[in-house]
DNA sequence: TTGAAAGCGCTACCAG
DNA sequence: CTGGTAGCGCTTTCAA
């Protein structure tokens, strides 16, 4: 390559020769300024000769419109903001993922911040973010996040949908799956393959999905007329250690359990590593999908829901506010599917 | 909820009651325009009564200052460009939480743009986010996208960063990590623990990275002082259909191998995959490490990277051509490291 | 310390 | 069809 020796000033282009403008444009094309954004932003009615002229100018300047400008005048911002806890989690990328292919059919741009549990920072971040003059926002909020200023927000004319868990103390369209029906089959499935005594594994932390599947948990002992027994239910985090001492302790019972559900993807993996440090091998359903879950040793049955779709709804139901849409809030929940692998099969318990 | 009842109308803020602006809090608290951008941009050299008065306008109004305007007139934007090919896959959103924790420290915005492996389709992408002058971008380029205009872009004062693999046909900074060596490793360890014939499962498209790591698993054969045999390197994807199709193609050898070092993390797991469903149990290395590596039977060894890490290496890259950085293009090349878990070892060949 | 006024680059309304 | 021109909301001289 002939350019193997550029120097840092190219590279950096500190030399920085101010952009061209519209004005730029204009005078080089030999054409008035309006005509230039005219073409520019393919409004049409303009002679074919001028066009080609403003846009050989526009090559030959190398001309970008500049879009502050642009979003200033015309008082659109063609961004959506998405606000997520932890984008380097699988289901929350690939929920942005879902809510990327939805504004790219559209031709926004989604500005994507990732936050901290910390509810004051998340609300520094939504703030920065709301300064862009979103045409909307979607987000997963932090659990305990003070959401009054993006009520006011919404009141301003800023659509939001909430996604995964529906905000407390503020009304808005929510997207969220059937958390309490997805756990109920758990349990169900696991009943009728013969489990008597199922355990339940919630995640420490109180998230609202955490919640609603230990309350479908308790329905579906309920349905499958088994009584439910709180020795059943522990708390847990991610941690292997901490599901490691939550097994033996379950398996000192008088009548320990056969089988556990889990209401979250990440304690499910701690789970399965806890089991498999302990030699244990109790039937195991997940909430929550994961990638291998296919080449557990049984294979994982799992309780999944799809977060592209979940994107791609939340994403609908936003751009449809955002294009005018008026009624009532709307709460989307999506079904979610037990995929059976085996892990739930009754095997024999051993400490 | 005392709003539970909210109409539409009010969700989605048709009122719209035209957003307050300087202007509007300027007469609000009875101060001049200039007084309240003073204020709301902290630079002092205003009297406190004002400033009191100037705030509790901006509170009563809901104020919060135009972004675009504020960057039209100023001419920063204070956001940095993120393209990646595919942000669902864990590698790439590691990245770009490194990118984004870096941001975050210096107050800037990270726009997301995920593409697909259309050139044409990602160009246009970029060209958009382009438009936003941003203060600099930081890329996972598709395999063969023409990245001419890039250059333009970079010669105009926008600092571009290649990531996980350098750019072909310009120059700019890069950050990758030791493809060669770290497959070398692992072809050593392999040689190490007993095994003399090693597959290379390397990933069809050829793509930068999966062509230095067959680089370096001859460059190990070769410290190893083992021959190099065509026939132990085959093309696949991630399908499990067709690493089937090759590993059964490798067990017809006359002399089959008893290893395999794999590219990719996705080949890898599809390797695994078809392993187990052909009951076979070569020993296996794979490049990239992933979530349940421990939990696999053996539990996978890999050559792991560290994406958090090389998205704020590019940022640091990025935020200091911003800051004005001059020089020769830089290109940072970060260590990998071989965790090792067993499956490495050499176990008998059973077809 | 303060306010008036001149633009940043663009769009949209006019009159031609 | 075309070019001039008045702002979009903000920052930043410049005088007062």
């Given at each position: 390559?002939?350019?193997?020796?550029?120097?840092?000033?190219?590279?950096?282009?500190?030399?920085?020769?101010?952009?061209?403008?519209?004005?730029?444009?204009?005078?080089?094309?030999?054409?008035?300024?309006?005509?230039?954004?005219?073409?520019?932003?393919?409004?049409?009615?303009?002679?074919?000769?001028?066009?080609?002229?403003?846009?050989?100018?526009?090559?030959?300047?190398?001309?970008?419109?500049?879009?502050?400008?642009?979003?200033?005048?015309?008082?659109?911002?063609?961004?959506?903001?998405?606000?997520?806890?932890?984008?380097?989690?699988?289901?929350?990328?690939?929920?942005?993922?879902?809510?990327?292919?939805?504004?790219?059919?559209?031709?926004?741009?989604?500005?994507?911040?990732?936050?901290?549990?910390?509810?004051?920072?998340?609300?520094?971040?939504?703030?920065?973010?709301?300064?862009?003059?979103?045409?909307?926002?979607?987000?997963?909020?932090?659990?305990?996040?003070?959401?009054?200023?993006?009520?006011?927000?919404?009141?301003?004319?800023?659509?939001?949908?909430?996604?995964?868990?529906?905000?407390?103390?503020?009304?808005?369209?929510?997207?969220?799956?059937?958390?309490?029906?997805?756990?109920?089959?758990?349990?169900?499935?696991?009943?009728?393959?013969?489990?008597?005594?199922?355990?339940?594994?919630?995640?420490?932390?109180?998230?609202?999905?955490?919640?609603?599947?230990?309350?479908?948990?308790?329905?579906?002992?309920?349905?499958?007329?088994?009584?439910?027994?709180?020795?059943?239910?522990?708390?847990?985090?991610?941690?292997?250690?901490?599901?490691?001492?939550?097994?033996?302790?379950?398996?000192?019972?008088?009548?320990?359990?056969?089988?556990?559900?889990?209401?979250?993807?990440?304690?499910?993996?701690?789970?399965?590593?806890a089991q498999r440090l302990l030699g244990s091998r109790l039937a195991l359903i997940g909430f929550d999908d994961f990638d291998l879950a296919v080449l557990m040793d049984p294979p994982t049955t799992t309780i999944v829901q799809d977060p592209v779709a979940i994107g791609r709804a939340a994403a609908d139901l936003l751009f449809s506010r955002?294009?005018?849409?008026?009624?009532?809030?709307?709460?989307?929940?999506?079904?979610?599917?037990?995929?059976?692998?085996?892990?739930?099969?009754?095997?024999?318990?051993?400490?």
């Open positions: 390559m002939d350019d193997a020796g550029m120097t840092a000033a190219q590279a950096a282009g500190d030399a920085a020769p101010r952009r061209a403008t519209m004005k730029d444009v204009a005078a080089r094309a030999g054409v008035g300024l309006s005509t230039v954004s005219r073409v520019v932003s393919g409004k049409g009615g303009v002679a074919p000769a001028k066009v080609r002229a403003v846009e050989r100018a526009v090559r030959d300047l190398n001309f970008s419109r500049n879009d502050f400008a642009h979003r200033l005048r015309t008082g659109t911002s063609a961004t959506i903001g998405m606000v997520v806890t932890n984008i380097s989690d699988p289901f929350f990328s690939a929920l942005v993922s879902g809510v990327e292919e939805r504004a790219r059919a559209r031709d926004q741009l989604v500005l994507v911040a990732s936050v901290t549990d910390d509810s004051a920072e998340a609300e520094r971040v939504i703030r920065r973010l709301l300064q862009r003059r979103l045409d909307g926002l979607i987000l997963v909020a932090p659990e305990d996040a003070d959401l009054r200023f993006l009520q006011e927000e919404q009141r301003a004319g800023t659509p939001v949908v909430f996604v995964d868990q529906p905000p407390t103390g503020m009304d808005a369209d929510v997207v969220v799956v059937d958390n309490e029906g997805g756990a109920a089959a758990a349990v169900r499935h696991l009943h009728e393959v013969g489990h008597r005594r199922i355990a339940c594994f919630a995640h420490v932390s109180g998230r609202y999905t955490s919640a609603r599947r230990e309350a479908g948990y308790y329905r579906g002992l309920a349905q499958a007329g088994l009584p439910a027994d709180p020795a059943l239910v522990v708390s847990v985090d991610d941690e292997v250690d901490v599901c490691t001492e939550a097994l033996l302790e379950l398996a000192r019972l008088p009548d320990p359990p056969t089988a556990i559900f889990s209401t979250n993807g990440r304690t499910t993996k701690a789970i399965l590593g955002i294009a005018g849409r008026t009624g009532p809030v709307q709460h989307i929940t999506l079904a979610t599917r037990l995929v059976e692998r085996g892990s739930g099969e009754l095997v024999p318990y051993r400490d």
